[in-house]
């Protein structure tokens, strides 16, 4: 809402404009005088549709047409209306210059003054932009006279560089015309060329760093034009050099190769008696550092022979002391020893008679306690026997008795012998089927060892595959049906033999599996859906295995009859069809019928392959197997002729191991079948083992009662004997009497005596033990001291041994050396006068560098150097009639060549380092350009479309590399009959350019980069139809959420246009007759016009 104050100048009426800009949604508008410095920033709303950057509050001070005016735009759609001259343009010109842009934008003035009311000397323009952080409020103050400005942000002066990076920072481009289009530059707008669109757009919604990289690539495409340039003159101007070089070439190389020969010869021939006497002296140092080596040797072995000698004198003298101490105290030890010998003889035989002493009176104890425990049980058994003999009855009548017992026993014995036999007979038995038992396991695990191979070949080579058939062992249970596993696979589980498919023969293999393809051998084979889709959720699902599933046919094609019989194709070398050649369960075997037909295919030999044509012509079939082939045959559509084509037979890789099922499955009948022979003959030998215990036990009774009958019957006779005989030993063993107490005293009086002297003698032997212990290591220390002397002495008396040796032999070397070194020195002397002589040096002189440096790159051998002074002799004499100047102008260009040379390899490395740069920019700025384009066409040809015409904008360029002359093209076509053509200043007709621009900047708005666009007047020229589409996808486009603030300025609009809630009105009104600002009430004037309408009905 903006309201204006009264004029302070005194003019005409006419000339003295006030402005009100009227907001609906306001209540009371708000004052602002010329005189009030500029507003503080507001405080932050709380939440809000404004996006970063927009435009809050735009307040005006003798500005244009305006004293004193303040506008509150709104942050989405804001429609500026009024009639021409009221004002609406100078709110567009405040934007613009409040924002630091420059007055030729406008196109109405090129001086900032201009923009001041008349009359004036200053005015004031001020534009708050919304932050989160918090509102950026800036303002500037235009001086007339100056035609200067002055810059407040946040009522802080301030430079206009810091303004222009404050609004650059918020994507604010006033002098961009897609995000700001003055009313004087409408027009402007179609006279863009494509290369200035494309720059502006990129300004105006593209990355920040878009229009950065588009300037750079520029600048390195004409950085790269100008080394290419550079680059093309110097090669070609050392081509020119490099060929006038190369036709001199020859006679140069001819002078040089010339000059070489005799400079080398000359070389050859200073350096040869150098060589011999290097040669010489280099001898000459070899022998005599061998001869000081040799002396040295001489001189160090005699040295090292002195402390030899006289450590192997004093290691003498040790030894001999130490032996004569070892054997003192082996003396010593032997009589020690033989002291505690005799001690430990007097101790053992002391013990003896103690020990005799206790045996003597044990014996007499234990004879003592002996003889009265028997006197004690002979009374006993006496009694006992006594009061037997009374209760004793009479047994001459237990024979019979004892004669029954017996007959009872002979008949157990006969039946126990005969229940051990047939134990015997059933452990044979069972050992003979336990033999077959194992027979048949092993038989059953070789046929699983061949259904293991199957499975080993599936985990090679499908790996996948053979995980999922283990998840599939483990997991049965979830599933309603039957399930197969792979078909190339034989597997027994617990309870089902899941068998997939088991050749018969094992030579029969490659007719299957050239019959069906690998990707359904290794299917999994369901009778179900649900589990087949229980089965793939889990297995592909979540375990990622890749794996194959099919589901058999719910009517059964197992059994199903083939078309022809097989006795009649067996004339022509058939023997089988397919499904006869394999086993497999019934699911898959259906399921193979259904897909491949497997019983309809005839398997033939190599007589069928002879008699093919006629097998063909005669049988119809569509597949034939030979030994070797596979014939298909066809019968064309149009011509009805039998076209037949063959192909040869892979070699069988997985069903090559054969399982004979039915063999297996008599095996397992047979396994059953002895375990249930096992469990019989185990319950038998069971209740022979009762039998034979029962029969036991009964033994033992029949024993024992025939012991007892017997022992009654001899029992009166040998209880008196026994009673008599005990009375006897009775009275024997009473008269046999002995006084223990008194032997027991005897003896421990002798003891006590005899461990007296004893302990005499323990203590006497410790001491010798003691002394004895001593001596022997003092003895052994002696002795290994004495082993260190003589180890040492030996290793001395080798050591010298050897050196003495060494010493001969290195004298009598020394002096060879030495005599040696005498007649090669006086050589040397000789052999070195003769080399200065050739080289012309005195006898202080050393030789020059420049001779050192040309021998080091000569021969260093005299054969060497002679040889090579005859070849350069030889080929110096080949070269005459050659110019030195033709050299030195040779010479001249060469460097001159390299020079170029150089220069040219910079050049191309720069070159190289702009290409590069330039292609990595080019990714980074033409690939976002590419996806900006396509999405502005997008809402181009979206809002074209919608008004029933057609439009497109694309980016546009000649050739790729010329950076500078990329540019975006939009081509519109408002009629059905006529082809889309670029938007032109001359081929559209104004108000189609102004439709034209309008949906561009709409489809710039979707894009919504900038916080705000300004576009001013541009209905005018549109034809009512247009206009009305047009406003309609203004509403439509800006009063989206997050978009950005749009400001549409129009003198007039049709009637019965479509509004939005989130549009803002501002309705601009401006005369001599207006309102004072504070008299200006919107809810007066509402309750006015109320009350009007209310009462015209009545009247």
Same mark, same amino acid.
């Given at each position: 809402?903006? =309201?204006?104050?009264?004029? =302070?100048?005194?003019?005409?009426?006419?000339?003295?404009?006030?402005?009100?800009?009227?907001?609906?949604?306001?209540?009371?508008?708000?004052?602002?005088?010329?005189?009030?410095?500029?507003?503080?920033?507001?405080?932050?709303?709380?939440?809000?549709?404004?996006?970063?950057?927009?435009?809050?509050?735009?307040?005006?001070?003798?500005?244009?047409?305006?004293?004193?005016? %303040?506008?509150?735009?709104?942050?989405?759609?804001?429609?500026?209306?009024?009639?021409?001259?009221?004002?609406?343009?100078?709110?567009?010109?405040?934007?613009?210059?409040?924002?630091?842009?420059?007055?030729?934008?406008?196109?109405?003035?090129?001086?900032?003054?201009?923009?001041?009311?008349?009359?004036?000397?200053?005015?004031?323009? !001020?534009?708050?932009?919304?932050?989160?952080?918090?509102?950026?409020?800036?303002?500037?103050?235009?001086?007339?006279?100056?035609?200067?400005?002055?810059?407040?942000?946040?009522? &802080?002066?301030?430079?206009?560089?810091?303004?222009? %990076?404050?609004?650059?920072?918020?994507?604010?481009?006033?002098?961009?015309?897609?995000?700001?289009?003055?009313?004087?530059?409408?027009? !402007?707008?179609?006279?863009?060329?494509?290369?200035?669109?494309?720059?502006?757009?990129?300004?105006?919604?593209?990355?920040?760093?878009?229009?950065?990289?588009?300037?750079?690539?520029?600048?390195?495409?004409?950085?790269?034009?100008?080394?290419?340039?550079?680059?093309?003159?110097?090669?070609?101007?050392?081509?020119?050099?490099?060929?006038?070089?190369?036709?001199?070439?020859?006679?140069?190389?001819?002078?040089?190769?010339?000059?070489?020969?005799?400079?080398?010869?000359?070389?050859?021939?200073?350096?040869?008696?150098?060589?011999?006497?290097?040669?010489?002296?280099?001898?000459?140092?070899?022998?005599?550092?061998?001869?000081?080596?040799?002396?040295?040797?001489?001189?160090?072995?005699?040295?090292?022979?002195?402390?030899?000698?006289? @450590?192997?004198?004093?290691?003498?003298?040790?030894?001999?002391?130490?032996?004569?101490?070892? @054997?003192?105290?082996?003396?010593?030890?032997?009589?020690?020893?033989?002291?505690?010998?005799?001690?430990?003889?007097?101790?053992?035989?002391?013990?003896?008679?103690?020990?005799?002493?206790?045996?003597?009176?044990?014996?007499?104890?234990?004879?003592?306690?002996?003889?009265?425990?028997?006197?004690?049980?002979?009374?006993?058994?006496?009694?006992?026997?006594?009061?037997?003999?009374?209760?004793?009855?009479?047994?001459?009548?237990?024979?019979?008795?004892?004669?029954?017992?017996?007959?009872?026993?002979?008949?157990?014995?006969?039946? &126990?012998?005969?229940?051990?036999?047939?134990?015997?007979? /059933?452990?044979?038995?069972?050992?003979?089927?336990?033999?077959?038992?194992?027979?048949?396991?092993?038989?059953?695990?070789?046929?699983?060892?061949?259904?293991?191979?199957?499975?080993?070949?599936?985990?090679?080579?499908?790996?996948?595959?053979?995980?999922?058939?283990?998840?599939?062992?483990?997991?049965?249970?979830?599933?309603?049906?039957?399930?197969?596993?792979?078909?190339?696979?034989?597997?027994?589980?617990?309870?089902?033999?899941?068998?997939?498919?088991?050749?018969?023969?094992?030579?029969?293999?490659?007719?299957?599996?050239?019959?069906?393809?690998?990707?359904?051998? #290794?299917?999994?084979?369901?009778?179900?859906?649900?589990?087949?889709?229980?089965?793939?959720?889990?297995?592909?699902?979540?375990?990622?295995?890749?794996?194959?599933?099919?589901?058999?046919?719910?009517?059964?094609?197992?059994?199903?009859?083939?078309?022809?019989?097989?006795?009649?194709?067996?004339?022509?070398?058939?023997?089988?069809?397919?499904?006869?050649?394999?086993?497999?369960?019934?699911?898959?075997?259906?399921?193979?019928?259904?897909?491949?037909?497997?019983?309809?295919?005839?398997?033939?030999?190599?007589?069928? #392959?002879?008699?093919?044509?006629?097998?063909?012509?005669?049988?119809?079939?569509?597949?034939?197997?030979?030994?070797?082939?596979?014939?298909?045959?066809?019968?064309?559509?149009?011509?009805?002729?039998?076209?037949?084509?063959?192909?040869?037979?892979?070699?069988?890789?997985?069903?090559?191991?054969?399982?004979?099922?039915?063999?297996?499955?008599?095996?397992? !009948?047979?396994?059953?079948?002895?375990?249930?022979?096992?469990?019989?003959?185990?319950?038998?030998?069971?209740?022979?083992?009762?039998?034979?215990?029962?029969?036991?036990?009964?033994?033992?009774?029949?024993?024992?009662?025939?012991?007892?009958?017997?022992?009654?019957?001899?029992?009166?006779?040998?209880?008196?004997?026994?009673?008599?005989?005990?009375?006897?030993?009775? /009275?024997?063993?009473?008269?046999?009497?002995?006084?223990? %107490?008194?032997?027991?005293?005897?003896?421990?009086?002798?003891?006590?005596?005899?461990?007296?002297?004893?302990?005499?003698?323990?203590?006497?032997?410790?001491?010798?033990?003691?002394?004895?212990?001593?001596?022997?290591?003092?003895?052994?220390?002696?002795?290994?001291?004495?082993? =260190?002397?003589?180890?040492? &002495?030996?290793?001395?008396?080798?050591?010298?041994?050897?050196?003495?040796?060494?010493?001969?032999?290195?004298?009598?070397?020394?002096?060879?050396?030495?005599?040696?070194?005498?007649?090669?020195?006086? &050589?040397?002397?000789?052999?070195?006068?003769?080399?200065?002589?050739?080289?012309?040096?005195?006898?202080?002189?050393?030789?020059?560098?420049?001779?050192?440096?040309?021998?080091?790159?000569?021969?260093?051998?005299?054969?060497?150097?002679?040889?090579?002074?005859?070849?350069?002799?030889?080929?110096?004499?080949?070269?005459?009639?050659?110019?030195?100047?033709?050299?030195?102008?040779?010479?001249?260009?060469?460097?001159?060549?390299?020079?170029?040379?150089?220069?040219?390899?910079?050049?191309?490395?720069?070159?190289?380092?702009?290409?590069?740069?330039?292609?990595?920019? /080019?990714?980074?700025?033409?690939?976002?350009?590419?996806?900006?384009?396509?999405?502005?066409?997008?809402?181009?040809?979206?809002?074209?479309?919608?008004?029933?015409?057609?439009?497109?904008?694309?980016?546009?360029?000649?050739?790729?590399?010329?950076?500078?002359?990329?540019?975006?093209?939009?081509?519109?076509?408002?009629?059905?009959?006529? !082809?889309?053509?670029?938007?032109?200043?001359?081929?559209?007709?104004?108000?189609?350019?102004?439709?034209?621009?309008?949906?561009?900047?709409?489809?710039?708005?979707?894009?919504?980069?900038?916080?705000?666009?300004?576009?001013?007047?541009?209905?005018?020229?549109?034809?009512?139809?247009?206009?009305?589409?047009?406003?309609?996808?203004?509403?439509?486009?800006?009063?989206?959420?997050?978009?950005?603030?749009?400001?549409?300025?129009?003198?007039?609009?049709?009637?019965?246009?479509?509004?939005?809630?989130?549009?803002?009105?501002?309705?601009?009104?401006?005369?001599?007759?207006?309102?004072?600002?504070?008299?200006?009430?919107?809810?007066?004037?509402?309750?006015?016009?109320?009350?009007?309408?209310?009462?015209?009905?009545?009247?």
């Amino acid at each position: 809402m903006a =309201t204006p104050s009264r004029r =302070t100048s005194t003019q005409s009426p006419l000339a003295s404009k006030r402005a009100i800009l009227s907001d609906p949604s306001s209540e009371v508008p708000s004052k602002k005088k010329s005189s009030v410095p500029p507003a503080a920033p507001r405080p932050l709303p709380s939440s809000g549709p404004f996006v970063e950057g927009s435009i809050v509050r735009i307040a005006m001070e003798n500005f244009l047409t305006y004293d004193v005016c %303040e506008v509150s735009p709104g942050p989405h759609l804001n429609m500026i209306i009024g009639a021409n001259g009221t004002g609406k343009s100078s709110i567009v010109c405040a934007i613009c210059l409040g924002l630091a842009g420059k007055p030729a934008f406008m196109g109405r003035a090129d001086k900032v003054g201009f923009f001041v009311k008349r009359g004036c000397s200053k005015g004031m323009v !001020e534009i708050e932009l919304f932050r989160t952080s918090g509102n950026l409020v800036i303002t500037r103050e235009i001086d007339v006279a100056k035609n200067q400005s002055s810059w407040f942000i946040n009522k &802080k002066s301030t430079s206009p560089k810091v303004v222009e %990076e404050q609004v650059a920072a918020l994507n604010i481009q006033v002098g961009n015309l897609c995000q700001f289009l003055p009313q004087d530059k409408v027009g !402007e707008f179609a006279k863009l060329s494509k290369i200035e669109l494309l720059e502006a757009t990129e300004k105006s919604v593209g990355p920040p760093e878009m229009h950065k990289y588009h300037c750079e690539l520029k600048n390195f495409r004409e950085k790269e034009k100008q080394l290419e340039t550079s680059c093309k003159q110097k090669t070609e101007y050392l081509e020119k050099m490099i060929q006038r070089n190369e036709r001199y070439k020859q006679d140069v190389d001819r002078f040089y190769e010339r000059k070489r020969h005799l400079d080398l010869i000359e070389m050859l021939e200073a350096k040869r008696p150098w060589v011999e006497y290097e040669n010489v002296r280099q001898e000459y140092e070899e022998v005599k550092l061998a001869r000081d080596q040799a002396k040295e040797e001489v001189r160090k072995l005699k040295e090292s022979q002195i402390p030899i000698t006289e @450590r192997i004198e004093e290691m003498e003298r040790q030894r001999h002391s130490l032996e004569a101490r070892i @054997r003192e105290k082996a003396l010593a030890i032997k009589e020690t020893s033989q002291k505690c010998k005799h001690k430990q003889d007097v101790i053992e035989r002391k013990d003896k008679q103690i020990e005799e002493l206790q045996q003597a009176l044990t014996v007499k104890q234990n004879e003592e306690h002996d003889r009265q425990r028997r006197i004690s049980n002979t009374r006993k058994m006496i009694e006992d026997l006594q009061n037997e003999l009374r209760t004793t009855e009479n047994c001459e009548n237990l024979q019979p008795q004892i004669d029954a017992i017996t007959n009872d026993l002979r008949r157990v014995q006969d039946e &126990k012998a005969l229940c051990e036999s047939e134990i015997i007979d /059933k452990r044979k038995e069972r050992e003979t089927l336990e033999k077959e038992k194992r027979s048949v396991d092993d038989h059953i695990v070789r046929f699983d060892n061949l259904m293991n191979q199957k499975e080993d070949k599936l985990r090679q080579r499908y790996r996948d595959t053979y995980d999922a058939v283990l998840w599939l062992r483990n997991n049965r249970d979830k599933f309603k049906q039957r399930v197969c596993e792979p078909i190339m696979l034989t597997v027994r589980n617990l309870f089902i033999l899941v068998i997939s498919i088991n050749m018969k023969d094992n030579k029969n293999a490659k007719y299957i599996e050239n019959h069906i393809p690998s990707n359904d051998l #290794r299917a999994f084979v369901f009778e179900n859906q649900e589990d087949m889709e229980v089965f793939l959720k889990e297995v592909r699902d979540n375990k990622k295995l890749r794996v194959n599933a099919v589901i058999a046919p719910k009517n059964s094609y197992a059994d199903k009859a083939p078309s022809r019989s097989l006795n009649d194709l067996k004339q022509y070398g058939f023997f089988s069809y397919l499904r006869e050649l394999f086993d497999a369960p019934d699911p898959v075997m259906s399921y193979l019928c259904c897909q491949y037909h497997i019983h309809e295919v005839p398997v033939g030999t190599e007589r069928t #392959r002879e008699k093919i044509e006629r097998v063909i012509q005669e049988t119809r079939l569509k597949q034939i197997y030979t030994a070797e082939e596979k014939y298909v045959v066809k019968t064309s559509f149009y011509s009805n002729k039998v076209i037949s084509s063959n192909t040869s037979l892979k070699v069988a890789q997985f069903l090559t191991v054969t399982v004979d099922l039915e063999q297996r499955r008599h095996l397992e !009948e047979q396994l059953k079948e002895i375990n249930r022979k096992l469990q019989a003959v185990d319950s038998g030998l069971i209740a022979l083992h009762e039998t034979n215990k029962h029969l036991e036990h009964k033994d033992n009774e029949l024993r024992q009662k025939k012991k007892e009958l017997l022992e009654r019957k001899t029992k009166k006779r040998q209880l008196e004997q026994k009673i008599s005989s005990k009375l006897g030993s009775l /009275k024997l063993m009473e008269q046999d009497t002995c006084n223990l %107490e008194e032997e027991e005293r005897k003896a421990s009086t002798k003891i006590k005596e005899i461990n007296i002297q004893k302990a005499k003698l323990v203590t006497e032997l410790t001491n010798l033990i003691k002394n004895c212990t001593a001596l022997h290591i003092q003895k052994v220390d002696l002795i290994l001291q004495n082993t =260190t002397v003589i180890s040492e &002495k030996n290793k001395l008396e080798s050591d010298y041994m050897a050196t003495s040796a060494q010493l001969r032999i290195t004298e009598q070397h020394f002096i060879e050396l030495d005599e040696n070194r005498q007649r090669l020195l006086q &050589k040397c002397k000789e052999l070195m006068k003769r080399a200065r002589q050739v080289c012309n040096l005195g006898a202080e002189q050393t030789v020059p560098q420049e001779y050192q440096t040309a021998f080091q790159d000569l021969p260093n051998t005299l054969d060497e150097i002679d040889a090579l002074l005859t070849e350069e002799r030889s080929r110096a004499s080949c070269f005459t009639g050659l110019n030195p100047t033709v050299v030195e102008e040779y010479t001249k260009r060469e460097e001159e060549i390299e020079q170029l040379t150089a220069e040219l390899k910079i050049k191309k490395v720069e070159l190289d380092k702009y290409r590069e740069n330039i292609s990595q920019v /080019k990714e980074r700025w033409l690939n976002p350009l590419k996806e900006l384009v396509e999405k502005i066409n997008e809402k181009f040809s979206y809002f074209f479309s919608s008004m029933q015409c057609a439009g497109e904008v694309d980016l546009h360029t000649e050739n790729e590399e010329d950076y500078d002359k990329y540019g975006i093209r939009i081509r519109v076509k408002f009629r059905s009959s006529t !082809e889309l053509h670029e938007l032109t200043p001359h081929h559209q007709s104004g108000g189609e350019r102004s439709v034209s621009t309008m949906l561009y900047l709409m489809a710039l708005q979707e894009l919504n980069r900038c916080p705000f666009r300004v576009v001013d007047e541009i209905n005018q020229g549109m034809d009512p139809i247009n206009e009305r589409r047009v406003f309609e996808m203004v509403v439509n486009t800006a009063c989206k959420e997050n978009t950005s603030q749009y400001f549409f300025i129009t003198p007039k609009l049709l009637q019965n246009l479509p509004y939005s809630e989130k549009m803002t009105v501002l309705f601009v009104y401006n005369g001599p007759h207006m309102l004072e600002p504070n008299r200006w009430n919107l809810k007066a004037f509402q309750r006015r016009r109320r009350r009007i309408t209310f009462t015209q009905p009545s009247q």
